[in-house]
């Protein structure tokens, strides 16, 4: 068993360009890339491309599940660049046989027409076998997958109904697609009218039904065979696409096949979604999601992820992200985690596209700072009380440590490390970590840090070790290279774990904290508490943490938070 790798080059330029591929076991070859070309480079092992800059020879490895660019500078020359699909840690996909020698995947297609189809079988069948082997080729060059027909049949359609999906329901309770993996059905069962409807749709990746409406007087050949091909790239598990020319994008049927010039291509991001899942069929010979190696799977979800980022209001990343997900085992706890998790990125996203107070005299305007750390709190707190009534405390606790917190703090701790890697992954809390920004409690990040964290940690571990860690993490900042020891981060500390001990006792209520939670209401002020402090100036000042002068300012730190408004008796 070896390494597979596939990364995928894509030509941004107006003009063609040679370039030269080295990847092990094979003599180097060369290949020129058209405008708007995406080429998948299958390896086994690192691979590496080199082509002319002006007078230069410029040389780049390909990293492995990654898409990569040839762009134009302004000089006319042309450069590499890596397209920004999240941090990931090196992908390792362990697949079977050889990139070089193993032959293409070919799937099994049996083909189908209902019996609303006008045409003599001789005729029709002839027209759709041409263009599944149309089809055929340009999986084939995006993604080392070619299509086999081995049945033509027919199928009865339900007349009275006139709604696609439920057509689609129909064809698949009906049509077994043996001898064949995939059976694609051709529907004349009434004409496409013009505007936007559902032309075609499988129930996900790797799914054994395809159903598109056939007959229509206002789609050519070309427009038939590129709905056929978004299909089928929805089947080896790509998602739509931002791209105005890519066969992905949401909407076809807008005429733009009918150009003269038109060529059918998948964007690189597709193409490099494409050739994993082809990889696994050419390689692991799977034919479910369920069978795709932990490598690939995980690499996907962040591809998905960021894909359901940048078209929040397109669902088609997110219901391939959740197919593949739902074949993973995951437990109820981490779930609901990563679910509010993902809520307060996405609404963290949605604010940093809006405006400033001062740019706009009206309208809706981008939060910052305190403001921004009490909505994700607030959001959060709405987000867990969907979780079952056991969970929900913990949910929202571990969902703003892990928010707000500093991951990289959060991932030398042990306790929290293997949770935090149950819940995302590096390409995840890269995204996050962007959209989220600076949330600040008093004007203060770390203190919005310190207090969501260590309301985590009594989740996690329970108010005594929260404490214990809260005391020894400012011991340790005032050694020599730390920011000294801080009773204000102590205070923001001992806030979020008075949160938590009520939120778990049943003292205070999730409702309570989504309707009214704000810094002034659940943290104290810190202005006057001493901060800085290096190992001696504390231990001159308040001895140790058993020093009855460390242990009356910890307890006027608690009749601070005693006495805020959130726990205040009336």
């Known amino acids: 068993m070896v390494v597979a790798d596939v990364a995928v080059v894509a030509n941004r330029t107006p003009r063609r360009v040679p370039v030269e591929i080295t990847v092990p076991g094979t003599p180097a070859w060369q290949v020129t890339l058209t405008p708007g070309e995406s080429r998948p480079i299958f390896a086994d092992g690192a691979s590496s491309i080199s082509f002319m800059s002006g007078q230069d020879t410029k040389q780049y490895t390909l990293e492995p599940a990654n898409v990569y660019f040839l762009g134009a500078r302004e000089d006319g020359t042309i450069d590499l660049q890596r397209i920004g699909l999240g941090e990931t840690s090196p992908f390792v996909a362990g697949l079977p046989g050889s990139a070089a020698n193993t032959p293409p995947a070919t799937i099994p297609v049996k083909i189908l027409v209902d019996d609303d189809e006008p045409m003599r079988q001789l005729m029709w069948e002839g027209k759709l076998r041409k263009r599944i082997a149309a089809a055929s080729e340009i999986l084939h060059r995006h993604a080392m997958v070619k299509l086999e027909v081995v049945a033509v049949d027919t199928w009865t359609t339900d007349n009275a109904t006139n709604d696609f999906h439920t057509t689609l329901a129909e064809f698949e309770k009906t049509v077994d697609p043996f001898p064949g993996q995939l059976a694609i059905g051709f529907s004349s069962q009434y004409e496409v009218a013009e505007g936007r409807v559902h032309m075609g749709g499988t129930r996900g990746a790797l799914r054994p039904h395809i159903l598109l409406r056939e007959w229509s007087q ?90 359901g980022y940048t078209r929040p209001e397109d669902p088609a990343a997110g219901a391939l992200a959740r197919q593949l997900g739902q074949e ?131 989740g996690l571990q329970g108010q005594d070790s929260a404490e214990t860690l809260s005391v020894a993490k400012e011991l340790l900042d005032s050694s020599g290279g730390g920011t000294g020891f801080s009773f204000a981060d102590l205070a923001a500390d001992k806030a979020g774990i008075r949160l938590a001990k009520d939120l778990l006792a049943g003292k205070l209520k999730l409702d309570t904290v989504a309707e009214n939670f704000s810094v002034d209401r659940y943290l104290p002020d810190i202005r006057e508490l001493p901060e800085g402090m290096t190992t001696m100036q504390f231990i001159n000042q308040y001895g140790g943490k058993d020093d009855p002068r460390f242990v009356r300012m910890m307890e006027e730190i608690e009749l601070g938070i005693n006495e805020l408004p959130a726990y205040k008796t009336p």
Do not use: W
């Not at 091909?229 to 089947?235: F, K, Q, S």
């Not at 049927?253 to 059918?264: E, P, S, T, Y």
């Not at 490099?272 to 696994?280: A, D, F, K, T």
């Not at 600076?438 to 964290?453: K, N």
């Open 218 to 307: 206002h789609a050519s050949e070309t427009e038939k065979l590129e709905l056929l091909l978004h299909e089928l790239g929805h089947y080896l598990g790509a998602a739509h696409s931002p791209e105005p020319d890519s066969v992905m994008r949401p909407v076809l049927g807008d005429r733009l096949a009918r150009k003269k010039d038109f060529v059918i291509r998948f964007d690189p991001v597709n193409t490099l979604l494409m050739s994993m899942v082809g990889e696994e069929v050419r390689r692991r010979r799977v034919s479910s999601f369920a069978e795709i190696g932990a490598a690939t799977r995980n690499r996907m979800q962040e591809i998905y992820k960021i894909l």
């Open 328 to 458: 993973r085992t995951g437990d109820p706890l981490s779930d609901a985690v990563r679910s509010t998790i993902n809520s307060m990125t996405q609404a963290a996203r949605n604010n940093s596209q809006l405006p400033l107070a001062a740019e706009v005299a009206a309208g809706p305007t981008r939060v910052e700072g305190d403001a921004l750390f009490e909505e994700l709190v607030r959001l959060a707190a709405r987000e867990a009380a969907k979780a079952p009534a056991e969970l929900q405390a913990k949910v929202f606790l571990l969902a703003i440590g892990i928010a707000v917190g500093d991951p990289e703090q959060l991932n030398r701790l042990p306790a929290i490390a293997p949770v935090l890697n149950r819940i995302e992954t590096p390409a995840e809390r890269s995204v996050r970590t962007t959209y989220i920004g600076q949330p600040t409690a008093r004007g203060r990040y770390d203190l919005a840090r310190h207090f969501s964290v260590a309301a985590m940690l009594v």
